[in-house]
């Protein structure tokens, strides 16, 4: 059965980092890009970062440089780094997987989301 479960969200203050992670049964990542999404309250979900089947990364320009996309395909999860956390990276945040095994459209080829793991940075 093909699952995506998200987890490391929390509270933090502003300055602050988190480590999400993103663990995948039912797929390996070698077939798939892994995306990262965020959705706050009022505001449409976006592309945050992805990672490709073979490696390679892409991010949203507000969170490069802060954040960090990296994969342990032995343990079929996906991380994202958060650092210098920031009160408007305030959301929910999702793991999904990508039709495609590249990022090069990842935020319109989703077919698969988890449930989502909640992050809220305030003081």
């Known amino acids: 059965q093909l699952q995506l479960v998200e987890s490391g969200g929390g509270l933090v203050q502003p300055g602050g980092s988190l480590r999400l992670s993103c663990a995948a049964s039912?797929?390996?990542?070698?077939?798939?890009?892994i995306g990262w999404f965020r959705q706050a309250p009022g505001k449409e979900r976006e592309g945050v970062s992805c990672?490709?089947?073979?490696?390679?990364?892409a991010y949203a320009d507000f969170v490069r440089g802060r954040f960090t996309i990296s994969s342990d395909n032995a343990k079929n999860t996906v991380y994202l780094q958060l650092n210098s956390l920031k009160p408007e990276d305030t959301a929910i945040y999702y793991c999904?997987?990508?039709?495609?095994?590249?990022?090069?459209?990842?935020?319109?080829?989703?077919?698969?989301w988890g449930q989502g793991t909640q992050v809220t940075v305030s003081s």
């Open positions: 999904a997987r990508s039709y495609y095994s590249h990022c090069a459209s990842y935020t319109k080829s989703i077919v698969y």
């Open positions: 990672i490709s089947s073979g490696g390679s990364t």
């Open positions: 039912g797929f390996t990542f070698d077939s798939s890009a």
